[in-house]
């Protein structure tokens, strides 16, 4: 007979809206297999917001950064879950679990293969415990009507016709960054397809300008409609190896990924994203321990004085290539 449970707890404190992306597949697993269970999730903001109504999810708690483990031990003691799954493992955060007794996931890292995407790979552990079953879906968010609506205003606000090209430039870490965006939009403009460029910061990157229209900043909930309707008008988003672009997958639209000092194979997204990965023979790469990568934290690459060889060697015609494939729109590089 197989396990189920009434109180569950999910806790993801890694930090990133990409790690909760990830950890979408296993919490509706979860729920599937439980239904009926008061499904908590513990995590980090902005990306508590993204799980705000999403029917599998019965409360998102936020955890404030730098107390991760005080969060952990309230939730605990707040109400005792009878199952606990836990990406984070810092801190002394899977300890602290393990000694309450409960039934508890806490090593979701064990042994991970190079070559399988981190959330498979956690929901496959969790099927392995036999605490999921049924097949893998990718992660997915949820938006309400009215969100979707409102996307789709703000969207043809931005580009009233076409099928809109997002350009995420941002990339978090210097070690993402993509130095091509410039010859990539100026090939989206000779193609007549509308580009938007999205940004934390504002005004946005020099090199959009005349070429890319930013999209005003906004919240995470509301980029996500954004996205969706991207995906309604046969677009696509363009991005490293990020939350956002995680995040637009997650609602349903078309990504092409700069996959540079991460491997596509462990970090890429489900289908039908199209990840570009850049060197892929760097001998430098850590696939299962990037963190330890000689390029992470600073982003000095020992193949190249100009910054990270992989990103640069995403030319931005191949990125055109897979837009191509992907949505149709057919680019020409400068020199063609
Ligand atoms: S060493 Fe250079 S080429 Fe290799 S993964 Fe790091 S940044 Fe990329």
Not at 121 to 143: K, M, N, Q, S, T
Request: proline share 10%; net charge neutral; aromatic share 4%.
């Amino acid at each position: 007979m197989p396990d189920r449970f009434r109180d569950v707890l999910v806790v993801d404190l890694l930090g990133g809206l990409g790690d909760l992306c990830m950890v979408l597949p296993s919490v509706h697993a979860l729920a599937r297999r439980n239904p009926g269970a008061a499904l908590r999730v513990l995590t980090h903001a902005p990306g508590d917001a993204l799980l705000r109504t999403d029917p599998a999810v019965s409360e998102v708690v936020r955890a404030a950064k730098g107390h991760e483990r005080a969060a952990v031990v309230a939730e605990l003691d707040r109400r005792r879950p009878d199952l606990v799954v836990c990406t984070t493992r810092y801190d002394g955060i899977a300890e602290e679990i393990e000694s309450r007794g409960m039934r508890s996931v806490t090593d979701l890292w064990r042994r991970p293969p190079a070559d399988e995407p981190v959330a498979r790979r956690y929901w496959r552990i969790l099927a392995a415990e036999g605490l999921v079953d049924g097949a893998y879906r990718p992660p997915a968010l949820h938006l309400t009507a009215a969100e979707r609506r409102a996307g789709a205003a703000a969207l043809h606000r931005l580009a009233p016709t076409g099928a809109p090209v997002v350009l995420v430039p941002e990339a978090g870490m210097a070690v993402k960054r993509w130095p091509h965006w410039r010859a990539l939009a100026e090939e989206l403009a000779r193609a007549g397809a509308p580009a938007l460029v999205v940004g934390e910061r504002d005004p946005a990157p020099e090199w959009a300008a005349g070429l890319a229209r930013p999209v005003p900043p906004t919240d995470l909930r509301s980029l996500a409609a954004l996205f969706a309707a991207v995906d309604g008008r046969g677009g696509a988003v363009v991005g490293p190896d990020t939350g956002p672009v995680r995040v637009a997958a997650a609602v349903g639209a078309r990504t092409v990924g700069l996959f540079g000092p991460t491997l596509a194979a462990r970090y890429g997204l489900d289908a039908p994203a199209v990840d570009l990965q850049g060197l892929p023979g760097c001998p430098h790469r850590r696939p299962t321990a990037i963190t330890e990568q000689v390029c992470w934290w600073e982003a000095r690459c020992p193949l190249s004085p100009e910054g990270p060889a992989c990103m640069a060697d995403i030319g931005p015609d191949a990125v055109g290539a897979a837009l191509s494939a992907a949505i149709g729109v057919t680019t020409s590089p400068a020199d063609a």
